[in-house]
């Protein structure tokens, strides 16, 4: 009877493995050949490499590494340092989870990255004699399988602007509420400002402090109870307690109304924006591919 074997059961069992390698200190060469991978994706590839002796195998990958030589020698490196690692991202965002904003900055990164390889590509393309395509055929090949989503990627932009900041332009309620949050921080500001200016003498300094999300002024702890308000600290010292005045105590509330409702919208943001990455989770995975083979 004849065992069925796929090729790739077939390719692995002619590859060289155990301590023959050390032997040939075959470690040391994939060591530095992995220090020069610019993705995770393309890392993990050379971590699996080992000799094989598929004559077939071996030619086709040669002929890879000599059309990516060719292609740094005319044109440099293609742009893979974009492509972040998002097999995580994307496992959670599968999962129902949200993605944060990091986790989208990563998500378009990665779009762009995508974007200017096949620049990069094009570019190569109009540089003449001789040409790419017939230099390096299977480098234009994967890279003409990359998909782009400049949709995705342009509202990411727009509405992300840090690690853990969402702009005002990301949806007119976002921007409605801080509006709103601005004017009654102002007023409460233009209340605080008369209290300070009646009170003088009994404060250490005349500011406006933050304790606990909540505009409060300091006080001489030996004038605690002539301004009616809440004690929200003190200093370490003692000397001086943090008072918000009765009279803007309704104001801090609509404050922290304000920012749960801020929380609240933020999050609705960043789940449709990861909703829309599962969306199109296909094209994630199919340039991931890409991106481990070109690095690799």
Known sequence: MYEYMSFEDSLERKKIRGRVLNTLEFNKIRETVTSKARTAYGRELVENMAPCCDI??????????????????????????????????????KADGTLT?????????????SDEIRKAISKARSAGSPLVDETEPDIC??????????????????????????????????SSIRRERKNVAGGIR??????????????????????????CIPVKADFNGRIEGIVHGASSSGQTLFIEPMSV?????????????????????????????VAVKDLFENNIEIASKLDY
Do not use: W
């Open 56 to 93: 077939d195998y071996v030619t086709q990958e040669l002929s890879f590494t000599r059309q990516a030589m060719d292609h740094i020698m005319r044109f440099g490196m293609l742009p893979l340092s974009g492509m972040r690692d998002l097999r995580e991202s994307l496992l959670y965002a």
């Open 101 to 113: 904003c990091g986790q989208l900055l990563e998500v378009a990164s990665f779009l762009r990255a």
């Open 141 to 174: 090949a994967y890279v003409d399988r990359l998909e782009v989503c400049d949709s995705l990627l342009e509202k990411i932009d727009m509405s992300i602007l840090g690690q853990d900041e969402v702009s005002d332009r990301a949806s007119k309620e976002l």
């Open 190 to 215: 233009s209340l605080l400002d008369r209290v300070i200016s009646n009170h003088a003498d009994m404060l250490q300094e005349s500011i406006v402090t933050l304790r606990e999300g909540r505009y």
């Open 249 to 277: 105590v309704e104001a801090n509330n609509k404050i922290a109304e304000l920012n749960f409702a801020e929380q609240a919208e933020i999050q609705r943001i960043l789940k449709n924006f990861t909703n829309e990455v």
